[in-house]
């Protein structure tokens, strides 16, 4: 049985559906701060914290389930909230995930996947960006991923916990058939707030900063689906259960688009007009994140299906509806 973490959440629940049709067992471990309760697709439900030991060592304990290996979807993950509140930060997605590894260890549990993100990789100077890219987050929110890498490359070398790391793009779109969609509360990621604009529930969107050196002057991301996400994260279980090494990989589309072309393909797919009100810049934005997934690409045979962007636009539309 695999245990997801996080399994309530927008990559978590999609996975945990991607892993079920794939005929794995499935626990998911969430406290619901984040997440959603409906969302949670499998009936082996732990409603708790991921740091909370005893709780771990009864899951991790259970023979009837025994669990080979962990998929850690829980963290926040706002930029701007991370910059205000470290302290959370940290003990939210590092000193838990610590609590969690170390049970894992006691238990002799060593297959964990990670869900990193581009942000570990900060300022970059050359697109596209390969796992061999220069490291330098810019933010709390950054940093605490990469401190997770760093020690799970020290539990590798200690203990021989076997992991990958899966360093998103922008993941977005939702479950072709509809059962499941993104549901964060703020709402701060592009596709969702433009839809809403499109359905009527926002007024309009906010182009942060019209002035990048980008074609158009807006920056430019790697739209990646939800459901090649957890393509990923399957081929990450069967590498791993084949006795492969620790590796890390990207996952993006390798392709950009700037705001200004994802609202555009919004108008398109909604056939409603969106109407934007220029701003000034996000702190922190990097102009340009475009991935080089050659690495998932050869070693997993990853092959992106839903990742054109009319896909990933269409399918969050679709989730939006009543
Ligand atoms: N944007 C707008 N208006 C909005 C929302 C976003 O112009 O209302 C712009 C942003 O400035 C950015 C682009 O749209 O240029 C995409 O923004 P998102 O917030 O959708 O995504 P990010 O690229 O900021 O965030 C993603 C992940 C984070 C991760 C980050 C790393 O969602 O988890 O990449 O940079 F931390």
Redesign the pocket.
């Known amino acids: 049985m695999i245990l997801v973490t996080g399994g309530a959440g927008y990559i978590g629940s999609h996975c945990v559906k991607s892993l079920m049709k794939k005929g794995y067992e499935v626990a998911v471990l969430d406290n619901l701060s984040r997440g959603h309760r409906d969302a949670v697709l499998t009936p082996h439900f732990f409603e708790g914290s991921i740091g909370d030991a005893s709780l771990l060592s009864k899951i991790f304990s259970s023979s009837s389930k025994k669990i080979s290996a962990v998929m850690h979807f829980s963290a926040w993950?706002?930029?701007g909230e991370s910059v205000e509140k470290p302290a959370e930060y940290y003990q939210n997605n590092v000193a838990q995930t610590l609590a969690l590894l170390t049970a894992m260890r006691d238990h002799g549990i060593k297959q964990f996947i990670f869900s990193s993100?581009?942000?570990t990789y900060g300022d970059v100077q050359k697109i596209p960006i390969t796992e061999d890219t220069p490291i330098g987050p810019l933010n709390p929110?950054?940093h605490s991923k990469r401190m997770v890498e760093l020690i799970l490359a020290d539990f590798d070398r200690a203990y021989g916990m076997k992991h990958c790391i899966f360093r998103?793009?922008?993941?977005?779109g939702a479950d072709p058939e509809g059962q499941l969609a993104e549901r964060h509360d703020p709402e701060?990621?592009?596709?969702p707030?433009?839809l809403q604009v499109a359905s009527g529930t926002r007024s309009h969107?906010?182009?942060?900063?019209t002035d990048y050196p980008t074609p158009d002057g807006?920056?430019?991301?790697d739209y990646i689906h939800v459901n090649d996400l957890s393509d990923a994260h399957i081929l990450g279980i069967e590498y791993l259960e084949a006795g492969k090494p620790s590796n890390i990989f990207n996952l993006g589309s390798e392709t950009g688009f700037s705001?200004r072309e994802?609202i555009k393909m919004c108008e398109q797919v909604t056939g409603k007009k969106v109407p934007v009100k220029e701003?000034a810049?996000?702190a922190?934005?990097?102009p340009r994140?475009v991935a080089d997934s050659t690495r998932a690409k050869t070693v997993l045979g990853w092959k992106t299906k839903l990742s054109d962007i009319q896909t990933i636009v269409k399918t969050a539309w679709a989730s939006m509806k009543p």
């Open positions: 993950t706002y930029v993100t581009c942000a929110y950054g998103y793009f922008n993941a977005a701060t990621h592009l596709i707030i433009v969107v906010s182009i942060f900063g807006t920056c430019i991301r705001v994802v701003a810049r996000r922190g934005d990097a994140l």
